[in-house]
């Protein structure tokens, strides 16, 4: 069962999107604004994380978000765990909540025990003023988080950008990429696929309906025969998921991806590891 069936029903997903932002919210001063209630991760945060308990992690999890969205439909943000030197913990996933989406869980992001991954960056979609969290499990068996304010309306119901008769044709294709490794970080890599990522809260503009919910539930990311990372993905990710992160090479030959979506369409690719490009 999808991240998206287990939170919410169709009929609530369509009266929050369009609800906006909570009349009281809407009504506050700008130092209101600047310290918006806790009252839906209080709601929520139990129920996505099984009661354990989540820790400060300032200072140690870093959240990338815009403070003002340009565009609801594709937020830009970055998760990344610091380790310093003699910090033996390592990333075991990385959860992306967003308070105030119909569906709060964007993505969780399994990372592979031997991948080196600490650090993930995607595109979402936001759909009223709201807190944006990382959570982050490390290998000490603890859960860690941060939040940041993002002030972003409509992103859910927003239309795709894309001809819908273009993405059908090119739905499921792949493109992968590395980068030049700086310094002594870890290389990066970047994977995009092609996939309209329908919220299920957008409308058709000539029927009038809403397009059914059909998005990527889970993609895998292997170097070799050893996983870099699993997500399993929700409506949140934007049309097109486009996810970058860093990874420790083992020296296989290949890194390869599955995807399946909600209507059990497997993409499949792979690619020779070749130097890392600018």
């Known amino acids: 069962m ?3 069936s287990r939170v919410i029903v169709p009929a609530l997903m369509v009266a929050l999107c369009f609800a906006g932002p909570p009349p009281a919210r809407a009504q506050s001063t700008t130092a209101a604004q600047d310290q918006p209630s806790e009252e839906t991760w209080n709601s929520i945060k139990d129920d996505i994380f099984k009661g354990r308990p989540i820790l400060d992690g300032s200072g140690l999890v870093v959240l990338d978000a815009p403070r003002r969205a340009e565009d609801s439909a594709i937020v830009p943000i970055g998760m990344r765990v610091n380790f310093t030197g003699d910090d033996k913990r390592t990333l075991q996933s990385l959860t992306l909540v967003i308070d105030e989406n119909p569906a709060p869980v964007a993505g969780t992001f399994t990372i592979g025990p031997h991948s080196g991954v600490t650090s993930i960056s995607t595109r979402v979609r936001v759909n009223s003023y709201s807190y944006v969290r990382a959570v982050a ?4 068996g603890k859960l ?3 939040k940041a304010y993002v002030k972003a309306s409509g ?3 927003a239309p795709a950008s894309s001809n819908s008769d273009a993405t059908k044709s090119m739905l499921g294709q792949m493109k ?3 980068f030049r490794q700086e310094a002594e970080a870890l290389p990066e890599a970047q994977l995009m696929l092609r996939h309209p990522q329908n919220s299920g809260l957008q409308m058709d503009q000539l029927t009038r ?3 059914p919910p059909f998005f990527i539930e889970n993609l895998k990311i292997w170097q070799g025969d050893d996983l870099v990372m699993a997500m399993d993905g929700g409506i949140a990710i934007s049309e097109d998921p486009n996810i970058r ?3 420790k090479p083992n020296g296989a030959a ?3 991806a599955e995807g399946i979506d909600t209507s059990k369409n497997l993409f499949k690719d792979e690619w020779p590891v070749e130097k890392p490009m600018l």
Not at 137 to 140: G, T, V
């Open 144 to 146: 860690y988080g941060v």
């Open 155 to 157: 992103g859910c119901s």
């Open 2 to 4: 999808s991240i998206f």
């Open 137 to 140: 499990e490390l290998s000490d």
């Open 254 to 256: 290949r890194f390869r």
């Open 176 to 178: 992968f990429r590395t």
């Open 209 to 211: 309906l809403y397009v």
């Open 245 to 247: 992160f860093n990874y």
